[in-house]
Nanobody, 118 residues
Framework: QVQLVESGGDLVQPGGSLRLSCAASGIFFSIAAMGWYRQAPGKQRELVAR??????????NYADSVKGRFTISRDNARNTAYLQMNSLKPEDTAVYYC?????????WGQGTQVTVSA
């Protein structure tokens, strides 16, 4: 059974940082493309960042709104993907979801809340 468990969401002030983690089980992690989506109240879910299968140096892509502030990474030894978020803004407030594209199927975590507010 595939499971993705996110953690690290919190309340943080504007300009602050958070690191989200996504622990995966039930998959051969190194061959899964991992991603982070977010959904703010009243808005559609959007892709934040994605990292290709393979090593920690795998290719990445980001939404324009987070380029230069967020970094996605993976640790295949720990079956974990990360999203480092710096210079957070109130508009980053959302539920963040981890995804795995594995053997042509998409899997989702339950989400973790990130709130950026003074």
């Amino acid at each position: 059974q595939v499971q993705l468990v996110e953690s690290g969401g919190d309340l943080v002030q504007p300009g602050g940082s958070l690191r989200l983690s996504c622990a995966a089980s039930g998959i051969f992690f190194s061959i899964a493309a991992m991603g982070w989506y977010r959904q703010a109240p009243g808005k559609q879910r959007e892709l934040v960042a994605r990292i290709a299968p393979g090593t920690a140096g795998a290719s990445t892509n980001y939404a324009d709104s987070v380029k230069g502030r967020f970094t996605i990474s993976r640790d295949n030894a720990r079956n974990t993907a990360y999203l480092q978020m710096n210079s957070l803004k109130p508009e980053d407030t959302a539920v963040y979801y981890c995804t795995a594209d594995y053997l042509n199927r998409d899997y989702w975590g339950q989400g973790t809340q990130v709130t950026v507010s003074a």
